[in-house]
């Protein structure tokens, strides 16, 4: 069966720094592979999605990037934190001739 | 563009309660595809249902039923005789269609809280 991690689970940084959260999807090949952010109390936002290595998709214009080194690898980063990026950044994974996307358990970024 | 709208920012009922979460989407789109996601307080977003712009049929699954109506642009979640472990945050969601990958537009979610 298919599995999501994301790490690490939390997160406190102080602004400025640099970040960087990782993904990994196993069971499965050539996956769809997805970053969201949920502020608080809030719905989700898409911030990238791959659909193979090295390709990336940036939905929202911000200081976050995202990578995919290897097939079942997606990687969320930034060379400088805001407070505006603590929220709880969730990877998730779909097959690829399939739209269901399925989420890992989520990393919960705070910035101060 | 492409929206979906919970309105019901919080619900809270009593446990063996029968609850209905509503959500409304909009697009122009004739292909997309609906979805409903639970959040418990873990985090972890949970895949509950999907549903295609082609399939108007209800479903239940257990105690849980979605109505799906075209006309109204609706998609509503019912759980029947609540529980305790059914508090969550609930998500509607909509893709519109034409290849396999896509956002998913997510609705500002439904806090359902059920009290023993």
């Known amino acids: 069966s298919q599995t999501i991690h994301q790490w690490p689970a939390t997160l406190v940084q102080p602004v400025g720094s640099p970040l960087s959260l990782e993904c990994t999807v196993e069971?499965?090949?050539?996956?769809?592979l997805y970053w969201y952010r949920q502020a608080a109390g809030r719905g989700l936002q898409l911030l990238f999605y791959?659909?193979?290595?090295?390709?990336i998709s940036s939905e929202v214009p911000q200081n976050l990037s995202a990578s995919r080194p290897q097939d079942r690898q997606f990687i969320l980063s930034s060379k400088k934190l805001l407070l505006s990026d603590s929220g709880f950044y969730l990877c998730?994974?779909?097959?690829?001739?399939?739209?269901?996307?399925?989420f890992g358990p989520g990393t919960r970024l705070t910035v101060l | 563009a492409q929206k979906v709208t919970q309105a019901q920012t919080e619900i809270s009922v009593v446990e063996k309660e029968d609850v209905t979460l509503d959500c409304v989407y909009e697009t122009r789109d004739t292909t997309y595809y609906l979805f409903w996601y639970k959040q418990p307080p873990s985090g972890e977003l949970v895949f509950l249902i999907r549903r295609n712009s082609f399939d108007e049929q209800n479903e239940i699954s257990g105690r849980y039923s979605w109505n799906f109506q075209k006309s109204t642009s609706s998609f509503n979640f019912t759980i029947t005789a609540s529980q305790v472990v059914d508090s969550a945050v609930y998500f509607c969601?909509?893709?519109?269609?034409?290849?396999?990958?896509?956002?998913?537009?997510f609705g500002q979610g439904t806090i359902l809280t059920v009290h023993p």
């Open positions: 998730a994974w779909s097959p690829p001739v399939s739209d269901t996307q399925y």
């Open positions: 791959s659909v193979g290595i090295g390709q």
């Open positions: 069971g499965t090949s050539n996956p769809n």
């Open positions: 969601a909509l893709r519109i269609g034409g290849t396999s990958y896509g956002k998913l537009t």
